[in-house]
């Protein structure tokens, strides 16, 4: 079974702190690279951090030396530590495996992310 669920999404204002958390199913989880993306209102979704298995990172410029991924591969979870929010970060954030990305329904409901003062 696909699942994903986040959570830690919320309000807050520029310069603030969120720290998202992604369960995922052992289906799409394990051995598998595992990445944050995020769409905001009217844009399409783009990936914006990914982790593989080995725990090899990668975040798109606009998020560097802001966000941090990690993941806990004994829990199925990853995470999504964001620091020095911008307005331009606020969206709805979704975790998936690139590899899972194309199937409709392996996408959970996301978690909104609000930044504004």
Do not use: H
């Amino acid at each position: 079974q696909v699942q994903l669920v986040e959570s830690g999404g919320g309000l807050v204002q520029p310069g603030g702190s969120l720290r998202l958390s992604c369960a995922a199913s052992g289906a799409i989880f394990s051995g598998n690279t595992m990445a944050w993306y995020r769409q905001p209102q009217g844009k399409v979704r783009e990936l914006v951090a990914k982790v593989t298995a080995d725990d090899t990172k990668e975040l798109v410029n606009s998020i560097k030396g802001r966000f941090t991924i990690s993941r806990d591969n004994a829990a199925n979870m990853i995470y999504l530590q964001m620091n020095n929010l911008k307005p331009e970060d606020t969206a709805v954030y979704y975790c998936n495996s690139p590899q899972f990305a194309g199937r409709r329904d392996s996408w959970g409901q996301g978690t909104r992310v609000t930044v504004s003062s």
